[in-house]
C-alpha cells in the first residue's frame, strides 16, 4: 500500500466511525457495544473475531443491556 493509499484508507476509517458514531446515537444504540464499536473502528488493529456485532453472550454484553439508555 503507498503512502497516500494508507492515509486515504485511515481518513476513510475516520470517517466510517463518525457515521458509525452518529448512526448509534440515532439509533439508542451508544452504550457499551456501540462504544466498543467505536473504539475498534478509531483504533490501529484488526481483530479477526470482532463479529459478531454486538455480542449477545460472553464477554460483552446482552440484548437487553445494549441500550444507552440503561447505562448507569
Do not use: C
Not at 439509533?27 to 457495544?33: H, L
Amino acid at each position: 500500500m503507498t503512502g497516500d493509499t494508507a492515509r486515504e484508507a485511515r481518513e476513510k476509517l475516520e470517517q466510517a466511525r463518525e457515521v458509525i458514531a452518529w448512526l448509534l446515537q440515532r439509533a439508542g444504540m451508544d452504550g457499551a457495544e456501540g462504544q466498543r464499536a467505536l473504539d475498534y473502528f478509531g483504533g490501529e488493529r484488526f481483530d479477526r473475531d470482532f463479529l459478531p456485532w454486538p455480542r449477545h453472550a460472553g464477554e460483552s454484553l446482552h440484548p437487553d443491556e445494549l441500550n444507552a439508555a440503561n447505562d448507569d
